[in-house]
Each structure stands twice: as C-alpha cells, then as structure tokens.
C-alpha cells in the first residue's frame, strides 16, 4: 500500500518513491479528503476550505479540476487511496495499515491500555513510539482553511494526552526527573491544563523536591485565576495537601507503612483528558412519563450498537416536563457514558438577547472538554470541527435543552458513533428529524393518574389521599401541565397547614387567562397568576423587575441593587420565589427564569408602574457600571477613570479587590454587560451607556473579545454624539481605532485616529494627541514603517513631556526605544528603555514595564547576549500572563523564540512559537499564519529561521 503521512508534511509513498501531489490547492484538496476519510467531502466544504469566504467565480470548476487531478494520479497506483463522487461531494478510502495517523493512534491507545494495566515500562514503549511517528506540525506544508485548522488542532490535542501518558508511564517507573520534563513541556503548549499540573507536582514529589511540587501548584492557581477566574479543582487542592502532609518528614503510606518526603507517593492515575459531568440536579419526586423512558431506554441500546451518532429530540408545549424528562433519564443512564456528559441550555424561546448562539455554546462545550481559551479557533466552523474532533470515539451524552429551532442544535451535533444527542424544544424539529435522522419523542400534557402521582410525590400520600377530590380538582385546574402543577404544589408544600381543598377553592376562583403555551387548551397563565397573587408585595415586585434585567441569568448583589434592597433581604425574597418554584438559582448565587416565566414577568412588568421600571433600571445600571468601574481600576491603574454619577444608597457595588478577581468578575457577568450598554442605549441614557463602554475597554481588550468591544464603542460614540462631548467621541474613536487595528483592519483604524486626532487638536487636549500619536506609532510599526514609527513615537514623547504626564512619558520612551530597534539602532534602544523602566516603575504601570521588558530582549537579542535576552523576555511574559493581556502574551512568545533560536535551544524555540500560534489563532489575529509559516520552516528544516530574520534585516 502507499503510505499516507501526516503527522508533518504530507506524503504520499515511500521516500525513495513519493507521489507528487501538485499545487498547493491541490495538496489542500488531497489534505481535506485524507483528513475526512471515510466520510463525504461536500464541495462546498472543499471550496470553503480553499478559498474561505471569498471564492472566486471559477472557485467551482477548479475545486472539480483539482478532485480530477488527484484521481487521475491515485488511479494509476492500484495501492494507492482511492477517491470516489459520493452524496454531491467527494469520498476517500484508505487502508489503515498506511496511515501514519491510525497508527499513532493504535500505539496511543495501546499505551494508555497498558498504563490502565500496571506495566508503565511498556507503556512508555508504545506512547515513545507514537511520538516518534510526529515529523511536526501535521500537514506542515499544507496551506489550511477552517476545516483543516480545526482537525490539526485536535490531532496535536491527541499528541498532547500522548505525551501526557508517556509522562506518567515514566513517573510510575521511577524517571520522575524526565517526567518533570515532559509536563513543563506540555505546560508550555497548553499551560491552563490541570492534570498537566498535577502531573508535574506529583513528579517533583516524586524526585524529593516538595518546595518545586508546592511552587508548581502556586504557578497552576496563579494562571488559572488570571485566565479563566478559577480556582484548582479538587483533586488539585486534595495533591497539595498531600505534599504538604508528607513534605514535612515521614507519613503514613497507603498500606499503613512509612512514606518519606523523598519516597515516590503511590501512583495516582491522571485522567488523559477531562471528563465533563454537567447535568442539572436530578429531579425530584419524578413522576410519570413511563413509556418515554422506555423508548429512550430502547433509543440508548441503540446508540450503543450504532455505527452513528444518535439524536432524539423531545418536544411539546412550553411547561410540559421536557427538561425534567430528558435531565432524569441522562441522570439514570449517566454510568453508560464514561466519557463524559454534557450540558447546555440554549435559551431557545427566552428574549432574543439571551439565546445561547452556536459560538457560545460550542466555546462552553469546548471549556468542558478540556480546550483552553487560547486554543479555541476563530470561527464557529472551524469550532465545530475540533469538536467533533474531540468527540470521536468517545461514549458522551449530550443534553441541548429548551432549542428554538434546527439551526440552532446542528453546529453542536457530534459527528461520530458512541455519542447520544437527546434534544429538547417546543418546535418539532422536523429539519433535524428529516435530514438527520433524528427520533422524534413528543410530549403531551400529563395523565390524571400521573398528574396525581406528581402530586403525591411533591406532598405525601397521606394528605392527597386525605383530600382526593381537592387533588382531583388541582389536577382539573392544571390540565395535566407540569410547571403549573409544580408550582401549585410548591405552594402547597411551604403551606403544610393550609387544607388542599381550600388551595383549589383559590384556584378555582382565580381569572382564567389566555394560555401562554404554545397550546391553547392549556391556560397555564392562570396557575401562574394565582401563584403570583398570593406571594407579599416585596416578592410580587421583585418578580417583575427580574424582567428587566436583559441579561441569561443575574447575581444577587443586581437583584439586591434593581429591587433597592440590601442584599440579605434581597436573599430573602429570592428565596420566597425560588420556593414557589417562580425562579431558579440553577447555579449558587445565580438566578434565572424558565421563559415561560419570563414571559408572564414581562407582563407583569409592562403593566406596572413605568418611574419604578426607570428606576430600577437605573440602579441597576449603577451597580454594573460602579462595579465594572472598581474592576477596570485594578485591571489598568494607569488608566484615568471619568467622574461617575453616584450611586443611589439602594444600589449594591460589588467588593472587588485583585486584578485576579476582577477578570473573574468580568468573565462572570461579560454576557450582562454587554446587554446593559445595549439596554443603556434603548433606554435613552447616553451618559451611562458612554460610561459603562468605557468599564469594558481593558477587559475587551485583554480577553481579545475585540468584537464586543467594537459593537460596545459604537454604542459609546453615538451615546456621545447626542450628549454632544466631543472628548469622549474622540475617546470612542480612539477605541474603535484601537479594536480595528486587533482585527487586523488598518483602514478603519487609521479613519477613527483621524477623527480622533482632529477633535483632539481642536480641543487642545495634549495628553489625548499624545495617546494617539502613540497608538499610531504601534500601527505604523505593525505595517512595517519603522521610521513613520519613530516619528509618532516621538511626537508622543514630546507631547507627553509637554502635558507633564508621567505614566505616559514612561510608555513613549519605551516607544521610541522600541522604534529604534526596529531600525536596528539597538543602543540607543537601551538607553530609552532604561529610562522608560525607570519612569513606568515609579508610577506602578506593570503593562508599561512588561513592554519595556521585551523591548530590552530584543535589542539585548540583536547585540548578541541571548542569554539576557531570554531573561528580558521571561519577565515580560510573566507580567503580561499576570494581566492575562493575550495578544501582548503571544508577541512576547515569538520574541522569546528568536532568542531561543538564535542561542541553538530549538526545542524552546518551537515551544514558545507555538504557544505564541495557539494564542493567536485562538484570538483571532492574523499575524497566526506568520507564526505557523515560522514553524513549518523549522519544521522542515528548509532554511533556519534564524538566518531568514537577519538576512531579512529583523
């Protein structure tokens, strides 16, 4: 057989006798097809995967021509893969026996067997073996689109749990100095993985050093705080205690006898990949729905034989017990999915501003299967495909509950057998039915009998029994709607000594309604209006304000700020409409409506009283904007803040006081703010929509959520326009220059500077020009100008000087030395440098020293002191992954490479570019494809990247 190679440069053959593919389009082509083997390739894909968005008009019939090309040269080698027109696309067959990926993959799996099995010596054998098949990146030589960027991804995800259980396989045979080793490496490529942690602490232990193993953990709980808001997860913290325990002297062992600090600790098998286990809570006192579970039982015994994934989609009317049905039966059946199972609530039929679109849930399935934010690709396509590439081969249960259409739940279907997909939703999804296969299982209302037995369930035999005539009327009220039986029940319940009959009496009594389900036989609407007329006046309030939050879900410290209640009362109130079952606090802290209840808020709220509506939306944006203000502060302390309005006395500001925890505060309520400065703007109220735009700047920013910040600034520049300050339009275009130019869209960036400029000028506001001046020197750095760099940069400098403004004279200084090593004038870049560090120490700016930093490596790199040059870097890194500024992290990375390279420690050199890639592409910038051309070239060993840069002067 022809071998099939792409673990590095694609191949075809032996190397004595390779196959010549052809163009680089036509290699792409070949790489599609390998990549999706054994499953259609549609020419639509292939065509997006050539050309992206933007195909030519002739983009059709070279897709074909190229198709042809291949099959002509395939046809003539009978060993050869073979590919055929199949399903309005393209198939190709191959045999396993040729492909360097399946066999990695057969020796992977192979070796994590035998570390499951207890022979580590082996193991490491087998995972040794798959790693030496890699030749580099994956199709190395290939150029890659969407798709193919997504399937390199999730190959080197596979390389990485490799690597990771050669490195337990040495740590288990005694080599804890190479498993250290390997989790630093793997750290360095993927450096938010927690088993990587434990890894290496365990390893430290292992090899005697409790001070490396306690230090390894304060690095793990440093950068997962900073970058994702987090603290170690349990079996993190249980390690540290641990090494604690034992690193004082001698401890008890696991079979009673004695364990010395320097004593390997009995292994601890890591999991090769996280385990997501999302469900909901249970519920309880489940009733009914008997023949629903036996057809998903008869559905999951058909999953697990399948040669497909497996969809079921239930559905019916809004409150009928979809999700109580599908979250029981996952619970039930949770042990047959040892991979894991996984949660999303999509907000189909909530407000439009809520639903959870296909980016995010596919970023919050991504988090839970392990991939850190700096690995997620740009695109929701090419998130689909490391998705499914993650899923393969893995037994997962996935619930996608309360979907509004088809649409919506395809991005997020996986791709391969062993998974079962249970889809809940009023539509009944007859796209999903009809084009994939899906098992339709509608929902009607509940029986009498296990309406019944839902209500003896939530309140005890003994009283139904007692009352079964008022059960029997409860149940008539209700029409066999669970919501609406829940929610009387859960009054029932906090009322133990009211007598049933009285509680249908009131029922009874109550105006019917029009129904708010989608079924008009089912009046749910006057359940919930007797419901909500019996809870006291500060719950019946709070109820209806909760509508106008716009946000999925709400904190405490809102609400308490929205009601004008301090927040224990607040707690108490929401805890009266938790009780009734009229609001969920689905996370601790956290609360949220079903949308059906959220639609009978809205009404409740449109009827009552517009000035305390205004009012609460007041405080509300008061707290989020007070709050945000506090964040940004630790955040940015250089960054002038503007005057704020004060805050009413009933509005509650959040007590924030690490730079730590205000990026987990923004990653927190990020999808609220940005539906506040947009509910700021419809609400007619510039001034706070202005402001709460400006809280977000540096979070934008540093996180790289640049599109928000563009659509946050937009609102900010108009809300300016109608107050008429043209400071904070030039403020406005400034940031809109600023997000343009992280979106790689110099054009638009240069027109809002412009803009900016102009007012500026005719202001006379010298320190605003400065900063302009300084942003443009970045961007004219960026185009490859240096010498228009140096200019703005220094035009900055005296502008700065003139205004007597400190922290920005430090940060100009740093840009002329910056501009002059760009120039190649590295003298004079230590001089300004110096004295940058100097001012920018003084004044406590950190992102200005960790600039100055990295400015000093370069030039101390271009002198010849590498070994300088690799210490000014790692500082400027560490200070930049300090402030979780992404962007600043991955340029600091491509600079630490060339020194690496430069000093002949290429290992080092390929580590940092590529964790300076993964940044890149997973923030969407395009300097990505510069990195990822960087590496092929070390990769292939075609010509020194080191050379390249000096005969290209950089």
């Known amino acids: 057989m022809v071998r099939v190679a792409v673990l590095g440069p694609l191949e075809l053959g032996e190397p004595d006798s390779r196959l010549a593919v052809g163009s680089p389009k036509q290699r792409t082509t070949l790489a599609l097809l390998i990549a999706r083997a054994g499953t259609v390739v549609s020419i639509e894909e292939l065509i997006a995967e050539l050309w992206g968005e933007r195909p030519p008009r002739s983009a059709l019939a070279n897709a074909r021509m190229y198709v042809a090309n291949l099959r002509r040269l395939l046809a003539a080698h009978d060993d050869a893969p073979q590919v055929r027109k199949a399903g309005g696309g393209y198939l190709l067959t191959l045999d396993d026996q040729a492909y360097d990926l399946r066999q990695f993959r057969d020796l992977a799996r192979r070796g994590r067997a035998l570390l499951d099995d207890g022979d580590a010596t082996e193991a490491g054998r087998q995972c040794r073996q798959a790693i030496d098949l890699w030749r580099g990146r994956p199709l190395a030589d290939v150029p890659t689109g969407e798709l193919l960027d997504a399937w390199v991804l999730g190959v080197e995800q596979e390389h990485l749990r490799v690597v990771h259980c050669q490195a337990e396989a040495m740590l288990r045979s005694g080599r804890a100095d190479r498993a250290v080793d390997l989790a630093r490496e793997l750290l360095v490529r993927d450096p938010l993985r927690e088993p990587t942690y434990e890894l290496l602490m365990r390893a430290h232990h292992a090899g005697g050093d409790v001070a490396a193993a306690l230090a390894a953990y304060d690095s793990a709980r440093r950068r997962l705080g900073s970058e994702l808001g987090i603290e170690p997860g349990p079996a993190l913290r249980e390690l540290r205690h641990v090494v604690l325990d034992r690193g004082g002297g001698r401890a008890a062992g696991p079979d009673g006898g004695a364990v010395t600090a320097g004593s390997p600790p009995a292994p601890e098998p890591v999991p090769e990949r996280a385990v997501p286990r999302q469900l909901p809570a249970d519920i309880p006192a489940f009733a009914g729905r008997a023949r629903h579970l036996d057809r998903l039982g008869a559905l999951l015994h058909r999953a697990t034989a399948a040669e497909v994934p497996v969809t079921v989609v239930v559905t019916g009317p809004a409150g009928v017990g979809k999700t109580a049905l599908a979250v029981h039966w996952a619970h039930r059946v949770a042990d047959r999915f040892p991979d894991g199972q996984l949660y999303v609530d999509l907000r189909g039929f909530g407000p439009e501003r809520t639903r959870t679109g296909p980016a995010e849930a596919l970023r919050g399935l991504l988090d839970a299967l392990g991939v850190p934010p700096h690995r997620l690709p740009r695109t929701v396509q090419a998130q689909v495909g490391l998705y499914r590439s993650l899923l393969a081969g893995r037994r997962v249960l996935l619930v996608l509950d309360n979907a509004r259409d088809a649409e919506q739940v395809r991005p997020l279907l996986p791709g391969s057998a062993g998974a079962l997909t249970v889809v809940t939703s009023r539509d009944q999804m007859y796209g999903l039915v009809t084009k994939e296969a899906a098992e339709p299982l509608p929902l009607a209302l509940m029986s009498p009998p296990e309406a019944r037995e839902l209500l003896s369930g939530r309140l005890g035999t003994t009283r139904t029994r007692a009352a079964a005539e008022a059960v029997d009327e409860i149940v008539t009220s209700c029409v066999g709607l ?16 009211v007598p049933l009959p009285r509680l249908a009496a009131d029922l009874r009594r109550t105006r019917r309604l029009d129904a708010l389900a989608p079924d ?22 709070l109820f209806s304000l909760l509508a106008a939050h716009p946000g999925p879900d709400v904190s405490l410290p809102a609400v308490a700020s929205l009601a004008g209640l301090p927040p224990a009362r607040a707690r ?10 009229l609001l969920a606090e689905h996370r601790p802290g956290r609360f949220q409506f079903h949308d059906l209840l959220r639609e009978y808020a809205v009404e409740r709220l449109d009827e009552g009283d517009p000035a305390d509506r205004a009012a609460a939306l007041r405080r509300l944006l008061d707290h989020y904007l007070h709050t945000a203000c506090r964040a940004e502060r630790l955040l940015n302390p250089v960054r002038k803040p503007p005057a704020l309005p004060p805050p009413s006395p009933e509005v509650t500001v959040e007590a924030i006081d690490s730079a730590e925890a205000a990026l987990a505060w923004f990653t927190r309520e990020r999808a609220g703010l940005v539906a506040m400065v947009a509910e700021a703007d419809r609400a007619g109220l510039p001034e706070r929509t202005w402001l709460l735009a400006w809280t977000l700047s540096s979070f934008f ?8 910040w563009q659509r946050a600034q937009q609102l900010a520049l108009s809300a300016a326009r109608t107050t008429g300050d043209p400071g904070r339009q030039a403020d406005a275009h400034r940031c809109l220059a600023r997000a343009g130019v992280r979106l790689a869209r110099p054009d638009e960036a240069h027109d809002h500077y412009a803009q900016a400029q102009r007012i500026y000028q005719e202001m006379g506001e010298l320190p605003g020009q400065a900063v302009v001046e300084l942003n443009l020197s970045l961007l004219a750095e960026q185009q490859d100008h240096p010498r228009e760099a140096l200019d703005h940069a220094r035009r900055a400098l005296e502008l700065f000087r003139r205004a007597g403004d400190r ?6 200084l740093n840009g002329v030395g910056w501009c002059h090593a760009r120039l190649g004038e590295h003298e004079h870049t230590l001089r300004h440098c110096a004295e940058a560090l100097a001012v920018l120490g003084a004044v406590g700016d950190r992102a200005g020293q960790a600039a ?27 200070i930049y992954r300090e402030l979780g500024h992404r962007y600043w992290e991955a340029s600091v990375l491509i600079h630490l490479g060339e ?6 420690d290429e290992p080092a050199a390929r580590a940092a570019w590529r964790g300076a890639h993964d940044i890149l592409v997973a923030i969407g910038h395009g300097e990505a494809e510069q990195v990822r051309a960087r590496l092929d070239r070390l990769a292939s060993a075609v010509e020194p990247v080191a050379a390249v840069d000096r005969r290209e002067g950089r």
């Open 482 to 497: 669970p919501l609406a039986l829940a929610v009387v029940a859960a009054r029932a319940a906090i009322e133990p000594d």
């Open 520 to 541: 008009r036989t089912v009046d749910v609407r006057s359940t919930l209006s007797w419901s909500h007329h019996l809870l006291d006046e500060p719950a019946t309030r």
């Open 572 to 581: 108490q109130v929401l805890a009266d409409l938790v009780s009734v079952n």
């Open 701 to 708: 920013d540093t996180r790289a959520y640049w599109a928000d």
């Open 807 to 812: 922290p920005g004279e430090g940060r100009a």
């Open 852 to 878: 100055a930093w990295d400015s000093l490596g370069y030039a101390r790199r271009h002198l010849g002191d590498h070994d300088e040059a690799v210490a000014c870097h790692q500082r400027s890194l560490a």
């Open 899 to 904: 020194a690496y390279l430069d000093g002949g």
